[in-house]
């Protein structure tokens, strides 16, 4: 037997080998949550005990990956798990026209949906706690006329990471993100409104009940109410938007 031609020279393993395999494992378990912000590069390497240089490399291999982005400042996000080959395309879609975004807020109806009723079958009391103080926020934006955006879509995330299914926080942050131009708009218009920011309060209300009393027959017709709404809004902000 030839060992020249079987047997390959074991290669000991780069240090940014290792953090792009610690990484992309924290990504996968879901200890890392889509749209996360990672500690700054000085705190990581230290947490690490890694150089920058070769965390730099690493975080710049998980970018290539998809997993990350690297945005100005160095200020580092976790990405959705979907490929540009899928990502690129449909933002293009969606900026084709009005009714294009309103076909992927379609899919969000069933993400969403879906999402609130396995939250009602699985949310734990720390999340639930959770999703009390984003709708206590809400509350407090609404008595003080602020927008109010934020705590919305951080209540929809925060029902998804509710349903312990990696693959739907991920699906679901992809959708948000394609809409997410959308979603100021109709904020900064239609739902700027105070009689429509207190319908989506007490809608909101509703979907944490019916999560608390773990119900996923009342949940998914509070989700579907809330979203029938926000749709019938989301056109008229978009058509006003067109004109």
Not at 62 to 80: A, D, H, K, S, Y
Request: with cysteine; net charge positive; charged share 30%.
């Amino acid at each position: 037997m030839n060992d020249d031609f079987i047997f390959i020279p074991v290669k000991p393993k780069r240090i940014s080998e290792e953090i792009v395999k610690q990484l992309r494992s924290l990504i996968f378990s879901g200890k890392l949550q889509p749209g996360e912000k990672l500690p700054p590069e000085r705190e990581l390497a230290k947490s690490l005990n890694v150089s920058r240089v070769s965390l730099r490399e690493a975080l710049n291999a998980l970018q290539g990956m998809g997993l990350i982005e690297i945005q100005q400042g160095n200020r580092t996000f976790v990405r959705p798990i979907t490929t540009r080959s899928i990502y690129d395309p449909l933002v293009s879609f969606c900026k084709q026209s009005p009714q294009n975004f309103l076909q992927v807020f379609e899919i969000r109806k069933i993400l969403d949906i879906g999402s609130v009723s396995l939250a009602a079958e699985r949310a734990k009391p720390k999340q639930i706690t959770k999703l009390e103080m984003i709708v206590s926020q809400m509350a407090d934006d609404l008595r003080n006329n602020r927008l109010g955006a934020k705590p919305d879509l951080d209540f929809h995330l925060e029902i998804v990471k509710a349903t312990e299914n990696q693959v739907y926080n991920h699906l679901a942050t992809t959708v948000y993100d394609l809409l997410q131009e959308e979603m100021r708009i109709a904020w900064g218009g239609i739902f700027n409104n105070s009689d429509s920011k207190k319908a989506l309060l007490k809608q909101h209300i509703r979907i944490i009940e019916s999560i608390k009393s773990h119900d996923p027959k009342k949940a998914r017709q509070a989700a579907r109410e809330h979203l029938e709404f926000a749709e019938k809004k989301w056109k008229e902000a978009l058509l006003q938007n067109t004109n």
